[in-house]
């Protein structure tokens, strides 16, 4: 089509434009079709899901695809709803993958989740039980074999020391029974089938709640079998009342009740672990405001989050658009090769880099001292000053790839008559650039200065790898160091040692996110004045 | 490209430096700052027994046996992670730059209610800080995969589905400021002689923004290809993970780190990377030469 | 102009035939799942473990399998995240039924109920004491234990042909390196601390940590912390050196000591150097231990193939003959004694099981989470100049106030 046409394309600009827009309108149906084709499809697979749903009878769920699915048809068949055709892709997926994200860190916020309170209150009881197990002292290994009779399973046992074959179940004690032996151990019993070990491993279930009581006498213990083969006598040190919700040790008495903070607990305070996940409302979120340990860093990490954030958006900017203005020439050689080692930086994993980075950075040993300083003994990331601008030249290298491409994307996007026009005028290559260029690009990356000082505000990682918060500040009794930044130090005390209070650190979250989220709408509110420009 | 050679060598040198020569400089500069640690992972890649940062002397022992090494160990299928990584970046690519596009085109082109405070929204959802995302998205895509186990854990499906979570962002922001410098009587022209919304949408404005489609799509390939963190959790099996995913495990535990293999891993994994911007590049700038040599 | 055009169709087509044949492959291969999950059977154990341990375990997975026809389906996992990750997914049901870990992982895994008691019956005394020590938490074996790791003293014997008698008959023989880094590294400092008698927690009758016993502060701590300024300004410990560094310099032979555990010994055999091992030498006269890891599996409270995961465990990965395979595809000492002692006739190996008779179990007890988080940081300050008393002073009251 377009060979045909361009050829003999008139001069002007807005002829060719014509051209264009005439060509394009020779291609309608295909584009129904199309349209009619993918619904179909997307239809085809919600009746699947619907009836997948169905047979889980996950109705909520299924009411939800099913709501979509309308919508998405009347979307689509709507001949109003134009914006919604083009939006409707991508919200579905920011709305599954991205605010679920968002609102279950939420939710996290206002839960005790967290070491020690880490799943279920079912789970936390069947933990506790399993590990309140004792063997019985002295007692002897049973060799065991698991028999089924209608439903119901039993362990077959033999006496280690009569040779004697017992049964029992759940709810019958052992008593002894004829069985066949095998070399020492009893294999059959009548009426009861013996299953094989390859059976047994898939009733986990069963057996985990198969302890058969020894005698009549609690105190003789109950028979387990945990691998399905060997029996051991167990007497066990918590018992579990499900009526009074409470769970008794039997060796001291003590009662630990569930009072509703996520863990029986005793009525002189002491609980018992592991507990469960409960909701807490607004404790977390009046911890993390009053809690006092973060009091006296605060300011100084709170300087330096902002120093940081917007130093690495203005470096990485400015290092980027130079490189995109200056490649931007077609006299130039070698440009192509030039911008593929733009970008080298930003394909290796940057977890990589900061290693090599901090190895580079050595005070002794590195290459940056040793070699390129003659064996000078510069603290590159020990010296409280000396780490932060390191840690900024850094996040430049594997910073500024990612403004360069951008800068070079929205470059095209300024017409290249405006520079002409200025040329004419008169205006020398800076004033250009200052008062034309870039206030153009600005336009269009404006939202994305933002978004990356949002970024760089929380850039955990980059912290993470090189310094890890280091050097420590001397004063303070929390593990938080000169290169901190807000986000790093939250998680030190959210995570101290091996406890991790998943609530804490998402309350911490949500206030950083509100006060990251603050900023950025008011400075979206700028740029939307400087679109008006265009 | 002849015409423009004889002008150089016909100016004196510094009008050619004030021209393309100062510009040399400064790529020269850049370019060493660049390249110099990557410089490390060259060395260790082609020293087999050496180790990242403990010398400075680099090169000082030349082989391929890592690349041999982390090409054929079958505890590490680099082959298949390689082949994961190009298809799960590939589609992950193309197809947030149609969703990205789409939704640009509705904020650039289309006034409706909500239009301001939904694209400031898609952005500002994005910085939420992604303390608890891996939890989440386990949760999320396991339950998904009981129900539906072609897009559960452990499927390539499954982990696209989540990296297309992130298809309208920041990103969209960006295409969205550039669909904004092409002109609206375009359209309006185009509109006039009875085409409709998804014909100008389709033949005539993706066509004029193609060098920020190039840009949003090489930067999500390449944020795919690098992206650990949520991969790591879905994909389970060695034969169904990602460069980064698998590479990582050569070096997570610092006492048996082998830092040649890895290296040889990612010299390797940065060639495609590569490939796909020398591929790209001629969109990105392509519109620009084509108008300075026409002119 | 023309480019462009077509490219833009293949990315449109690209769009949608990715679109489709995600679509395709939801519909498609989703049918037979109902097939997959009844029990046909069968049992599968999911197991992780460390990456590099994968190839270690493989056949012992496979022979497993074909004795009593349970699928072990071994999954490499990063041990970065490997804790954490089990922690998190064992409540959703989904995580694996077998996991590899470190004995002090135990506090973390049991405080959070993950981890389900592992029966060892009569086999228990069959384990190395350090080795059970470590797998009891609580009164509770957790764990099936495998291999045993301290660290020891390598020397280049081309070098320095006789073993040091102390620590500063060592430093005067040749260099001694040990891994730093500028945040400490108290883990391969731990044999000269409890050289000067200042163990981290004290222990109480049953042998096990007792987390309101902190030792720390004990004279000898002090003591200890004024031997590491004297290190410091000799220029004999080094916060510049990292691991990576520490390697280098005795694979280049410019270091006759290393102090460092068997993971490293491949690396230095390698090099071609003829490498000695000598116990940790005294600073004191006292016996310098140092901390043993025992690594094990654990058993996942919410595994759905108990059972079958207690018997691969206790009946299997337990037995001799296992352990010695173990022991030959990843060479650290096993933690069953007639396997240990099998292996002890390599001179490396039995170099290592000495030094070990003498080693600690590290902490287990959540405390020591705390005492991680100061330990290193206050140390690496002592060595580079701060003053000692203060420095420890200040480390001890931190943990303090932390385990409270």
Not at chain 3, 218 to 227: P, Q, T
Not at chain 3, 316 to 332: C, D, P
């Given at each position: 089509?377009?060979?045909?046409?361009?050829?003999?394309?008139?001069?002007?600009?807005?002829?060719?434009?014509?051209?264009?827009?005439?060509?394009?309108?020779?291609?309608?149906?295909?584009?129904?079709?199309?349209?009619?084709?993918?619904?179909?499809?997307?239809?085809?697979?919600?009746?699947?899901?619907?009836?997948?749903?169905?047979?889980?009878?996950?109705?909520?769920?299924?009411?939800?695809?099913?709501?979509?699915?309308?919508?998405?048809?009347?979307?689509?068949?709507?001949?109003?709803?134009?914006?919604?055709?083009?939006?409707?892709?991508?919200?579905?997926?920011?709305?599954?993958?991205q605010v679920f994200t968002l609102l279950y860190t939420g939710y996290i916020g206002f839960t005790?989740?967290?070491?020690?309170?880490?799943?279920?209150?079912?789970?936390?009881?069947?933990?506790?039980?399993?590990?309140?197990?004792?063997?019985?002292?002295?007692?002897?290994?049973?060799?065991?074999?698991?028999?089924?009779?209608?439903?119901?399973?039993?362990?077959?046992?033999?006496?280690?020391?009569?040779?004697?074959?017992?049964?029992?179940?759940?709810?019958?004690?052992?008593?002894?029974?004829?069985?066949?032996?095998?070399?020492?151990?009893?294999?059959?019993?009548?009426?009861?089938?013996?299953?094989?070990?390859?059976?047994?491993?898939?009733?986990?279930?069963?057996?985990?709640?198969?302890?058969?009581?020894?005698?009549?006498?609690?105190?003789?213990?109950?028979?387990?079998?945990?691998?399905?083969?060997?029996?051991?006598?167990?007497?066990?040190?918590?018992?579990?009342?499900?009526?009074?919700?409470?769970?008794?040790?039997?060796?001291?008495?003590?009662?630990?009740?569930?009072?509703?903070?996520?863990?029986?607990?005793?009525?002189?305070?002491?609980?018992?672990?592991?507990?469960?996940?409960?909701?807490v409302g607004f404790d977390n979120f009046v911890r993390a405001v009053t809690d006092?340990?973060i009091r006296?860093?605060l300011i100084?990490v709170t300087i330096w989050t902002f120093?940081f954030a917007i130093?690495?958006?203005?470096?990485?900017?400015?290092?980027?658009?130079?490189?995109?203005?200056?490649?931007?020439?077609?006299?130039?050689?070698?440009?192509?090769?030039?911008?593929?080692?733009?970008?080298?930086?930003?394909?290796?994993?940057?977890?990589?880099?900061?290693?090599?980075?901090?190895?580079?950075?050595?005070?002794?040993?590195?290459?940056?001292?040793?070699?390129?300083?003659?064996?000078?003994?510069?603290?590159?990331?020990?010296?409280?000053?000396?780490?932060?601008?390191?840690?900024?030249?850094?996040?430049?290298?594997?910073?500024?790839?990612?403004?360069?491409?951008?800068?070079?994307?929205?470059?095209?996007?300024?017409?290249?008559?405006?520079?002409?026009?200025?040329?004419?005028?008169?205006?020398?290559?800076?004033?250009?650039?200052?008062?034309?260029?870039?206030?153009?690009?600005?336009?269009?990356?404006?939202p994305?200065?933002i978004s990356s000082f949002a970024f760089n505000f929380n850039n955990f990682?980059?912290?993470?790898?090189?310094?890890?918060?280091?050097?420590?500040?001397?004063?303070?009794?929390?593990?938080?160091?000169?290169?901190?930044i807000l986000i790093s130090m939250v998680y030190?005390v959210a995570?101290?040692?091996?406890?991790?209070d998943y609530g804490l650190a998402s309350a911490f979250t949500i206030l950083i996110f509100l006060v990251v989220a603050t900023i950025s709408i008011v400075s979206f509110r700028k740029?939307?004045?400087?679109?008006?420009?265009? | 490209?002849?015409?423009?050679?004889?002008?150089?060598?016909?100016?004196?040198?510094?009008?050619?430096?004030?021209?393309?020569?100062?510009?040399?400089?400064?790529?020269?500069?850049?370019?060493?700052?660049?390249?110099?640690?990557?410089?490390?992972?060259?060395?260790?890649?082609?020293?087999?027994?050496?180790?990242?940062?403990?010398?400075?002397?680099?090169?000082?022992?030349?082989?391929?046996?890592?690349?041999?090494?982390?090409?054929?160990?079958?505890?590490?299928?680099?082959?298949?992670?390689?082949?994961?990584?190009?298809?799960?970046?590939?589609?992950?690519?193309?197809?947030?730059?149609?969703?990205?596009?789409?939704?640009?085109?509705?904020?650039?082109?289309?006034?409706?209610?909500?239009?301001?405070v939904g694209l400031v929204t898609i952005v500002v959802v994005q910085m939420f800080p992604q303390l608890l995302a891996?939890?989440a998205?386990?949760?999320?895509?396991?339950?998904?995969?009981?129900?539906?186990?072609?897009?559960?854990?452990?499927?390539?499906?499954?982990?696209?589905?989540?990296?297309?979570?992130?298809?309208?962002g920041v990103?969209?922001?960006?295409?969205?400021?550039?669909?904004?410098?092409?002109?609206?009587?375009?359209?309006?022209?185009?509109?006039?002689?009875?085409?409709?919304?998804?014909?100008?949408?389709?033949?005539?404005?993706?066509?004029?923004?193609?060098?920020?489609?190039?840009?949003?799509?090489?930067?999500?390939?390449?944020?795919?290809?690098?992206?650990?963190?949520?991969?790591?959790?879905?994909?389970?099996?060695?034969?169904?993970?990602?460069?980064?995913?698998?590479?990582?495990?050569?070096?997570?535990?610092?006492?048996?780190?082998?830092?040649?293999?890895?290296?040889?891993?990612?010299?390797?994994?940065?060639?495609?990377?590569?490939?796909?911007?020398?591929?790209?590049?001629?969109?990105?700038?392509?519109?620009?030469?084509?108008?300075?040599?026409?002119? | 102009?023309?480019?462009?055009?077509?490219?833009?169709?293949?990315?449109?087509?690209?769009?949608?035939?990715?679109?489709?044949?995600?679509?395709?492959?939801?519909?498609?291969?989703?049918?037979?799942?109902?097939?997959?999950?009844?029990?046909?059977?069968?049992?599968?154990?999911?197991?992780?473990?460390?990456?590099?341990?994968?190839?270690?375990?493989?056949?012992?997975?496979?022979?497993?399998?074909?004795?009593?026809?349970?699928?072990?389906?071994?999954?490499?996992?990063?041990?970065?995240?490997?804790?954490?990750?089990?922690?998190?997914?064992?409540?959703?049901?989904?995580?694996?039924?077998?996991?590899?870990?470190?004995?002090?992982?135990?506090?973390?895994?049991?405080?959070?109920?993950?981890?389900?008691?592992?029966?060892?019956?009569?086999?228990?005394?069959?384990?190395?004491?350090?080795?059970?020590?470590?797998?009891?938490?609580?009164?509770?074996?957790?764990?099936?234990?495998?291999?045993?790791?301290?660290?020891?003293?390598?020397?280049?014997?081309?070098?320095?042909?006789?073993?040091?008698?102390?620590?500063?008959?060592?430093?005067?023989?040749?260099?001694?390196?040990?891994?730093?880094?500028?945040?400490?590294?108290?883990?391969?400092?731990?044999?000269?601390?409890?050289?000067?008698?200042?163990?981290?927690?004290?222990?109480?009758?049953?042998?096990?940590?007792?987390?309101?016993?902190?030792?720390?502060?004990?004279?000898?701590?002090?003591?200890?912390?004024?031997?590491?300024?004297?290190?410091?300004?000799?220029?004999?410990?080094?916060?510049?050196?990292?691991?990576?560094?520490?390697?280098?310099?005795?694979?280049?032979?410019?270091?006759?000591?290393?102090?460092?555990?068997?993971?490293?010994?491949?690396?230095?055999?390698?090099?071609?150097?003829?490498?000695?091992?000598?116990?940790?030498?005294?600073?004191?006269?006292?016996?310098?231990?140092?901390?043993?890891?025992?690594?094990?599996?654990?058993?996942?409270?919410?595994?759905?193939?108990?059972?079958?995961?207690?018997?691969?465990?206790?009946?299997?990965?337990?037995?001799?003959?296992?352990?010695?395979?173990?022991?030959?595809?990843?060479?650290?000492?096993?933690?069953?004694?007639?396997?240990?002692?099998?292996?002890?006739?390599?001179?490396?190996?039995?170099?290592?099981?000495?030094?070990?008779?003498?080693?600690?179990?590290?902490?287990?007890?959540?405390?020591?989470?705390?005492?991680?988080?100061?330990?290193?940081?206050?140390?690496?300050?002592?060595?580079?100049?701060?003053?000692?008393?203060?420095?420890?002073?200040?480390?001890?009251?931190?943990?303090?106030?932390?385990?409270?």
């Open positions: 089509m377009t060979e045909t046409v361009e050829p003999t394309a008139p001069q002007t600009t807005r002829q060719r434009r014509a051209a264009r827009i005439a060509e394009a309108a020779s291609v309608p149906i295909g584009w129904i079709l199309l349209k009619i084709l993918l619904l179909a499809v997307v239809d085809a697979v919600a009746v699947y899901a619907v009836f997948v749903l169905f047979t889980h009878a996950e109705w909520l769920i299924l009411a939800v695809v099913v709501a979509v699915t309308v919508l998405v048809n009347y979307i689509y068949f709507s001949r109003k709803r134009v914006p919604a055709k083009y939006l409707t892709p991508g919200i579905i997926f920011l709305v599954v993958f005790n989740y967290g070491t020690g309170h880490n799943g279920s209150k079912e789970q936390a009881v069947s933990s506790l039980l399993a590990s309140a197990q004792e063997r019985v002292e002295d007692s002897p290994t049973f060799p065991v074999t698991v028999v089924e009779q209608f439903g119901t399973y039993g362990l077959l046992v033999t006496d280690p020391d009569s040779g004697d074959a017992l049964l029992g179940t759940a709810d019958q004690p052992l008593q002894q029974v004829q069985a066949e032996f095998d070399g020492g151990k009893a294999v059959a019993v009548d009426g009861w089938t013996t299953l094989p070990l390859a059976t047994v491993f898939t009733l986990s279930e069963e057996l985990e709640n198969l302890s058969v009581p020894f005698s009549d006498d609690p105190n003789d213990g109950s028979l387990r079998a945990p691998d399905g083969q060997s029996g051991y006598l167990y007497v066990s040190t918590l018992e579990y009342d499900a009526d009074a919700d409470a769970i008794t040790d039997t060796q001291t008495g003590t009662v630990y009740a569930d009072i509703g903070t996520g863990a029986f607990t005793a009525d002189d305070g002491t609980e018992l672990l592991p507990g469960w996940q409960v909701t006092s340990s006296g860093p100084s120093v130093i690495s958006v203005a470096s990485t900017f400015f290092l980027g658009l130079l490189l995109a203005l200056v490649f931007n020439n077609t006299r130039m050689r070698f440009r192509n090769g030039y911008r593929i080692i733009m970008i080298l930086p930003y394909a290796f994993p940057a977890f990589l880099s900061a290693l090599v980075w901090a190895g580079m950075m050595n005070e002794s040993f590195g290459f940056i001292n040793q070699v390129i300083f003659g064996g000078a003994d510069i603290p590159w990331l020990t010296d409280p000053t000396l780490a932060k601008v390191s840690i900024l030249i850094v996040n430049l290298w594997l910073g500024f790839p990612y403004m360069f491409l951008v800068c070079m994307g929205a470059l095209q996007g300024i017409p290249e008559d405006v520079n002409e026009a200025a040329v004419m005028d008169g205006a020398n290559p800076w004033q250009i650039f200052r008062r034309i260029k870039l206030p153009l690009l600005l336009v269009t990356v404006a994305l200065l990682n980059l912290i993470y790898m090189l310094t890890g918060g280091g050097p420590r500040f001397s004063d303070v009794s929390i593990p938080v160091g000169h290169t901190d030190k995570f101290t040692g091996q406890t991790r740029t939307k004045a400087l679109e008006e420009l265009n | 490209m002849g015409t423009t050679d004889t002008r150089v060598r016909r100016r004196s040198a510094g009008a050619w430096f004030a021209d393309t020569g100062w510009r040399h400089v400064v790529a020269i500069v850049v370019s060493i700052f660049a390249l110099f640690p990557l410089l490390y992972v060259v060395s260790a890649s082609l020293n087999p027994k050496g180790t990242l940062t403990g010398s400075n002397q680099l090169f000082s022992a030349i082989g391929i046996d890592s690349y041999v090494r982390i090409l054929t160990d079958p505890q590490n299928p680099y082959v298949s992670w390689f082949g994961n990584t190009l298809l799960i970046a590939s589609v992950t690519g193309a197809v947030t730059v149609f969703i990205g596009a789409c939704a640009a085109y509705a904020f650039s082109r289309m006034r409706f209610a909500g239009r301001r891996v939890v998205i386990f949760l999320l895509m396991s339950t998904l995969g009981d129900w539906f186990p072609a897009i559960g854990l452990n499927t390539h499906t499954g982990l696209i589905l989540v990296y297309l979570g992130g298809a309208l990103n969209t922001y960006l295409m969205y400021g550039f669909f904004n410098t092409i002109p609206k009587e375009l359209d309006e022209a185009a509109r006039i002689d009875g085409a409709g919304h998804a014909r100008i949408f389709f033949t005539i404005i993706l066509r004029l923004v193609a060098p920020i489609l190039a840009v949003v799509g090489l930067l999500s390939f390449i944020g795919t290809v690098n992206e650990y963190v949520i991969a790591s959790v879905i994909l389970i099996e060695p034969e169904q993970q990602t460069l980064v995913v698998g590479l990582t495990k050569l070096v997570a535990n610092p006492r048996y780190a082998d830092w040649s293999a890895f290296s040889a891993g990612a010299v390797m994994a940065a060639i495609p990377v590569m490939i796909l911007f020398l591929f790209l590049q001629r969109y990105i700038v392509g519109g620009l030469t084509a108008g300075a040599t026409k002119g | 102009m023309k480019v462009n055009k077509r490219g833009i169709a293949a990315a449109g087509a690209i769009a949608i035939v990715s679109t489709l044949s995600l679509a395709g492959c939801s519909t498609g291969t989703s049918g037979n799942d109902s097939a997959d999950s009844g029990d046909a059977g069968t049992s599968k154990l999911v197991v992780w473990v460390d990456a590099e341990r994968v190839d270690a375990l493989k056949d012992a997975a496979a022979s497993y399998e074909d004795k009593t026809g349970v699928t072990v389906q071994l999954v490499g996992k990063s041990v970065d995240d490997m804790k954490d990750d089990f922690i998190q997914q064992v409540p959703t049901g989904k995580g694996p039924d077998v996991v590899m870990g470190a004995h002090d992982w135990l506090g973390e895994l049991s405080t959070n109920g993950v981890v389900a008691p592992l029966e060892l019956g009569d086999s228990a005394d069959d384990y190395l004491p350090v080795a059970l020590q470590a797998a009891t938490y609580d009164g509770t074996v957790y764990m099936l234990p495998y291999a045993v790791e301290n660290i020891a003293v390598l020397r280049n014997a081309d070098l320095v042909p006789t073993a040091p008698t102390s620590f500063d008959d060592m430093i005067s023989k040749g260099t001694f390196v040990v891994e730093q880094g500028a945040e400490g590294n108290p883990y391969h400092l731990y044999p000269f601390q409890t050289a000067f008698g200042a163990p981290v927690f004290g222990t109480d009758d049953s042998g096990s940590y007792d987390s309101t016993d902190l030792q720390l502060g004990s004279e000898g701590g002090f003591a200890f912390a004024d031997w590491l300024a004297a290190q410091g300004t000799a220029g004999t410990l080094n916060t510049d050196i990292d691991g990576e560094i520490a390697k280098q310099q005795f694979l280049d032979g410019k270091a006759a000591f290393w102090l460092t555990g068997p993971w490293n010994v491949g690396a230095a055999t390698d090099a071609g150097i003829n490498v000695e091992i000598d116990p940790v030498p005294s600073p004191t006269g006292e016996t310098a231990s140092p901390f043993a890891g025992v690594k094990g599996f654990f058993v996942s409270a919410e595994s759905k193939n108990k059972v079958a995961a207690n018997d691969f465990l206790v009946n299997y990965l337990g037995t001799e003959e296992v352990q010695l395979a173990l022991f030959k595809a990843g060479n650290v000492l096993p933690a069953l004694t007639a396997a240990a002692d099998t292996a002890a006739s390599d001179k490396i190996v039995a170099g290592f099981q000495a030094v070990g008779a003498d080693a600690v179990p590290m902490p287990a007890i959540p405390a020591m989470g705390a005492v991680w988080q100061y330990w290193g940081v206050a140390e690496a300050a002592i060595i580079n100049g701060a003053d000692p008393k203060t420095t420890w002073q200040k480390l001890v009251d931190d943990v303090a106030a932390a385990i409270k």
